[in-house]
DNA sequence: GTTTATGCAAATTCTTTGCAATACT
DNA sequence: AGTATTGCAAAGAATTTGCATAAAC
């Protein structure tokens, strides 16, 4: 896993990422690892993640930090622009594996964008 | 079902709408305002004012909450798609006036998107 | 006069930091 | 051995809440 550790800790938590759903709240990863680390650690840990290109974050609708596992974000070459999907019900996040065309004809340099779309999952709205 | 009042402190706050940059944090707009009324209120005016349509709200890279006056967004027929765009270097907000295309053929019921584009603004390149 | 707005202080919630101890390679 | 990682406690920062008072309609 390259600069980061194999850590049992490290272990543990992506554990969560590769069988759970695809984005998680740091506040829900925190809660789900309180028996076996430190919050502290959770937070450096998903840090470590980022940075490597493992995962990727965003800030969800609710003020919380939310993580997912990259898909085609690694590739860093062009601008990812996935959207994920919260539900304004349950407040779960989605990743949407689709591009959103953004023009570039904006006079602005672009590094990174954070789309976000807001509605009800299918399960809330049944 | 309250109306919302004619304050002095909501007229205060209006104005500094009306007359400085497009989006502005909540934690910008309480150092503001500070001297003139209590972050409380500061908290409580912008929320009334979302809820009547005047401004509408984000989440920003840094964590923060944002407001900006809403332009178009008042129509509330359509899904308003407008992206923000904050600076990575100075954390500055603007609203880009103009219309991202979210593809409808998402099996998901979308009432609200919120694009946000990261980059460096023309001051902080030169 | 009734209802909404405000101030204040305190509580909540999320996130970060410092430092000593521990575990990985 | 050397360096990255962790736990713990405490600090920081943003936002919310409860309640008494004040102001708008």
């Known amino acids: 896993m390259g600069i980061v550790r194999q ?4 272990r543990s938590l992506w554990n969560i990422f590769e069988q759970g759903q695809d984005a998680i709240s740091v506040v829900e990863l925190v809660k789900q690892l309180k028996h ?6 959770v937070y450096r840990i998903l840090d470590r993640l980022e940075q490597e290109g493992k995962l990727h974050s965003f800030n969800g609708s609710d003020g919380l930090r939310w993580y997912a596992k990259c898909h085609d974000c690694s590739a860093e070459k062009h601008l990812d622009t996935h ?20 023009p570039n004809h904006l006079n602005h340099q672009i590094d990174q964008a954070q789309i976000l779309l807001l509605g009800q999952c299918d399960a809330c709205l049944a």
């Open 7 to 10: 850590t049992a800790s490290v």
């Open 83 to 102: 959207p994920h999907f919260q539900c304004n019900e349950c407040g779960k996040v989605e990743c949407l594996s689709l591009n959103i065309p953004i």
């Open 36 to 41: 076996s680390m430190n919050k502290t650690t």
